[in-house]
DNA sequence: TCCATTTCCTAGTAAATCACTTGGTAATTA
DNA sequence: TAATTACCAAGTGATTTACTAGGAAATGGA
C-alpha cells in the first residue's frame, strides 16, 4: 500500500464527486474550484480513475463525471490503487531464496503489516464516508470525533 | 498520514531491530545486508528515529542501536511519523473560511480518514507484528493468512 | 597508545515523482 | 456553427528518493 499526496488529492476529488453528484455529472472545473486542484491535475487523475471504472464521462455541455459505481461498491483502497500503481516492495516476491532466514522474516512481517492496511482502506467506501459525515452533521458541527488518543505523539 | 517507500524502509529496518536485538546492539551494517538497503540511507533513517528517541546508538566496536524503548511501546505510526515528515494537506486548518461549505466538508471527511488510517497504524506496534508471527509459525509455515480477502481488486 | 570499528554528520547526485502548464483533438449540446 | 466538456500528449521546475563520498567523534581491544 502507498499512501502518497497523489492518493489524497484522488480521494478528495472523488468525495467531491460523491458529494455533489446526486444530480447529474460534475465537472472536472467545478472539482479544481472546489478542492483547489489544477483542471490538468485532476484530468491526469481522472484518466487513470477512469482505466479502473471509478468514474464515467460524459463529454459536451452539461457533461462532467459520475461515479462509474455506486458510492458503496467503491472502496478507498480502490482509488487509491488506481492513481498510485502498486509496487512491490520486498524484492523476493516470497519465491525467490532472499538471503534465507532472518531477512525474509522480516519481508513476510511487512507483508502482513502491508496487507492488513490495504484492507482496512478496502473495507472504508465512499458511501461510508458520506454516512458518516451525515449523520456528524445532524448532531453538530464538528465536536465529537470518534477517533480518540493514539498512544502519544500525535504531531 | 503519508505512507512512502521511505516509512516501509524504515519499518523494515526497525523489524530487523526488534527480531535480532534481543541480545545486544544490531550494527547498521547488519541490517543493511540482512535487507538490502544501502548503509548510508540506513544513517539517514537512524538518525530520524533517534532524533525521536525510537532507537539509541551505541558507538565504538561491539556497538550498533537498540531500541529506544521496549518493542510494545514503538507504533507503526511512530515510525512512519519519525522519518516522514508530517504534512498537513487541506490548506485550510479547519480555520481559514476555505470557499465555505461543499470543499471544507471534503476536506473535513478526508481528515477524518486520516486520523483513522493514523490511530489504525498507532495501534500497531513492533511487538505485536513480532508476536504475531511467532504464533503463526508455531501453528505452520505460511498457510494462513488472517487477511482474508478484500473487496475484489487485489493487484 | 594505536588501530579497528562503529555511530554520527555534511554534501552532493542521478533518477523518479509531483503538481502543474501548454496546446491541442474529439464528442456533444444549443 | 460555436461553446462546452472530456480526452490526450509532451514538457517542466521543484521536490523527494535512495544512494555515494568523505569525513569526524567515540569506543574497545591490541
Redesign the interface.
Known amino acids: 500500500?502507498?499512501?502518497?499526496?497523489k492518493g489524497?488529492y484522488a480521494?478528495?476529488a472523488m468525495?467531491?464527486l460523491a458529494?455533489?453528484g446526486k444530480n447529474g455529472p460534475v465537472t472536472l472545473a467545478e472539482i479544481s474550484?472546489?478542492?483547489?486542484i489544477s483542471l490538468s491535475y485532476l484530468e491526469q487523475l481522472f484518466a487513470a480513475l477512469r482505466n479502473?471504472e471509478l468514474v464515467r464521462g460524459v463529454r459536451g455541455p452539461g457533461g462532467g463525471y459520475y461515479l462509474g459505481k455506486s458510492a458503496d461498491?467503491i472502496?478507498?483502497?480502490?482509488i487509491i490503487?488506481a492513481v498510485d500503481e502498486?509496487?512491490e516492495?520486498t524484492?523476493c516476491g516470497?519465491r525467490q531464496n532472499?538471503?534465507g532466514g532472518?531477512?525474509c522474516?522480516?519481508?513476510?512481517?511487512?507483508d502482513?503489516?502491508s496487507?492488513?492496511?490495504?484492507?482496512?482502506?478496502?473495507?472504508?467506501s465512499l458511501g461510508d464516508?458520506?454516512r458518516?459525515?451525515l449523520n456528524k452533521t445532524e448532531d453538530e458541527e464538528?465536536s465529537l470525533?470518534?477517533?480518540?488518543n493514539?498512544?502519544?505523539?500525535?504531531?
Open positions: 500500500m502507498r499512501l502518497s499526496t489524497r480521494v478528495t468525495l467531491d458529494l455533489n474550484e472546489n478542492q483547489g479502473k461498491e472502496s478507498i483502497a480502490n490503487c502498486w509496487v516492495f524484492r516470497g532472499c538471503s532472518a531477512r522474516l522480516t519481508h513476510t512481517l511487512w502482513d503489516l496487507s492488513e492496511i490495504f484492507n482496512f482502506l478496502a473495507n472504508i464516508l458520506v458518516r459525515n464538528s470525533s470518534v477517533v480518540a493514539a498512544d502519544s505523539q500525535a504531531a
